[in-house]
């Protein structure tokens, strides 16, 4: 999803006077040496903007945006397969069907010649989410690290801080998060609650898992047995002590979005894209009351998009440069922060940022931007890419509303294993269950 700038503007304007001499992941390209024209479906419409960045300092390469629907996006790409059509130079493998893209083989080795990707400059946590075979197929586009984002304020009030390095000593189990859900709502007389929903606690756990949910095309015992237990204690013990509103029942509803803005709900899920898509366009007065910690399962990836160079492109020489200096170089890394708010994890971009220059009011006087990149995302940990995963996470959303919505308290622990094991099957007929 897309970030805008933090400090985007001056340091935009700044790149356009750059004459760079780039600092590849991939040294052996000579990019100024590279002529012609590569093509990438894509349904992001900012990439025109780093694209038109690259093509100032680099004019002997063209870069064609095809803007494809990002519904349709899967469907166009086995269409095209199916059809013997042509695929472009470049496809991107947004996180929610990239286990689908990734397993198609379609992708060249970047690993390989002639692109040499040197993957120990690329953030560790991401390897494995751009992996075919053990080998890096795809370039992240952004850092998408997750924590947890809270009203300073409102913290303050009723936990007796607001301070990032107090909370999450404080609330570094889900045991003590319920405990604090409790005080919150003792302290304001059931007025306040810690988290605006279940679903900010939903995300969290769907995000922030390492283990297979399935295996040999069977679900693992984690997914049917270890992970529902958790769960299930997490949301009933949530309910007990009314740690979030039951009345703001999803994300991007106009519960949710009136919540973020009143002075009652003091917690959500957040990365580093959700100031710009959730807080900012319904919090308009939120300037300096937010700031961000690390959730109880740590620091977790949430969404991104890797782009990758199909093994059919007649152009991957264009395509490599666009995408090294793109995403494998410090010079595309800065481009890409100031012009589309997307920071890629390359490590030496991260590592030699000069975060003091970043600014985002509402989170002041907190560098969100350097706890996002800097202190969260080299402690993430993932799991990889699954055929399954959207159908397995939906399956519990499904399930979790039942019990959400359970008024007899009729829903054991082994009723929901039950429940869950079902909406999966239902889901996923083709998993061997």
Same mark, same amino acid.
């Given at each position: 999803?897309?970030?805008? @700038?933090?400090?985007?503007?001056?340091?935009?304007?700044?790149?356009? %006077? /750059?004459?760079?001499?780039?600092?590849? %992941?991939?040294? @052996?390209?000579? =990019? @100024?040496?590279?002529?012609?024209t590569c093509t990438m479906w894509t349904w992001d419409t900012s990439e025109s903007d780093v694209v038109a960045q690259f093509s100032k300092l680099y004019p002997n390469i063209k870069v064609n945006i095809v803007s494809v629907n990002y519904d349709d996006y899967m469907n166009k790409v086995q269409a095209a397969i199916a059809a013997g059509s042509d695929l472009p130079d470049i496809l991107c493998g947004e996180y929610n069907f990239r286990a689908q893209l990734l397993k198609m083989n379609i992708l060249e080795d970047l690993e390989s010649a002639p692109y040499n990707l040197d993957r120990s400059q690329i953030m560790s946590y991401e390897i494995p989410l751009s992996s075919y075979n053990g080998k890096i197929v795809g370039l992240e586009g952004c850092i998408t690290a997750g924590?947890?984002?809270? $009203?300073?304020?409102?913290?303050?009030?009723?936990?007796?801080?607001?301070?990032?390095? *107090?909370?999450? $000593?404080?609330?570094? #189990?889900?045991?003590?998060? =319920?405990? %604090?859900?409790?005080?919150?709502?003792a302290k304001s007389n059931g007025k306040a609650y810690l988290f605006h929903a279940w679903a900010d606690v939903q995300e969290i756990f769907d995000c922030a898992g390492v283990e297979p949910l399935t295996k040999d095309n069977k679900p693992t015992e984690y997914l049917l047995?270890?992970?529902?237990?958790?769960?299930?204690?997490?949301?009933?013990?949530?309910?007990?002590?009314?740690?979030? *509103?039951?009345?703001? &029942? *999803?994300?991007? #509803?106009?519960?949710?979005?009136?919540? /973020?803005?009143?002075? *009652?709900? =003091?917690?959500?899920?957040? %990365?580093?894209?959700?100031?710009?898509?959730v807080i900012k366009p319904n919090d308009k007065n939120g300037n300096g009351r937010w700031r961000e910690m690390v959730a109880p399962t740590g620091p977790f990836n949430c969404g991104g998009t890797t782009y990758g160079i199909t093994k059919a492109s007649k152009n991957k020489d264009a395509a490599w440069a666009y995408l090294s200096w793109s995403f494998a170089s410090k010079e595309g890394a800065e481009a890409n922060l100031a012009l589309r708010g997307f920071f890629p994890p390359f490590k030496p971009a991260v590592e030699g940022h000069d975060y003091s220059k970043d600014r985002n009011d509402y989170f002041l006087p907190q560098n969100v931007s350097e706890k996002f990149y800097k202190l969260m995302a080299p402690s993430i940990k993932v799991r990889a890419p699954e055929i399954? @995963?959207?159908?397995?996470?939906?399956?519990? $959303? #499904?399930?979790?509303?039942?019990?959400?919505?359970? $008024?007899?308290? &009729? /829903? #054991?622990?082994?009723?929901?294993?039950?429940? =869950?094991?079902?909406?999966i099957k239902n889901n996923c007929p083709d998993l061997d269950m």
């Open positions: 999803m897309k970030l805008k @700038s933090i400090g985007g503007l001056a340091l935009a304007c700044a790149l356009a %006077a /750059i004459v760079p001499r780039v600092a590849f %992941a991939a040294p @052996s390209v000579d =990019i @100024s040496k590279v002529k012609g924590g947890i984002a809270y $009203k300073a304020p409102l913290a303050k009030k009723y936990l007796g801080t607001d301070s990032v390095a *107090d909370l999450e $000593k404080k609330l570094a #189990t889900w045991d003590a998060v =319920i405990a %604090a859900g409790k005080t919150v709502q047995n270890t992970m529902p237990t958790q769960r299930y204690n997490v949301l009933k013990a949530m309910l007990k002590n009314n740690v979030f *509103d039951k009345a703001v &029942s *999803d994300h991007y #509803t106009p519960a949710m979005n009136n919540a /973020i803005a009143d002075d *009652d709900h =003091i917690m959500l899920d957040a %990365a580093t894209w959700t100031a710009a898509y399954y @995963s959207n159908q397995i996470k939906a399956a519990f $959303k #499904t399930v979790e509303m039942a019990v959400l919505n359970d $008024k007899n308290d &009729s /829903i #054991t622990l082994d009723k929901y294993k039950e429940l =869950i094991r079902k909406e």
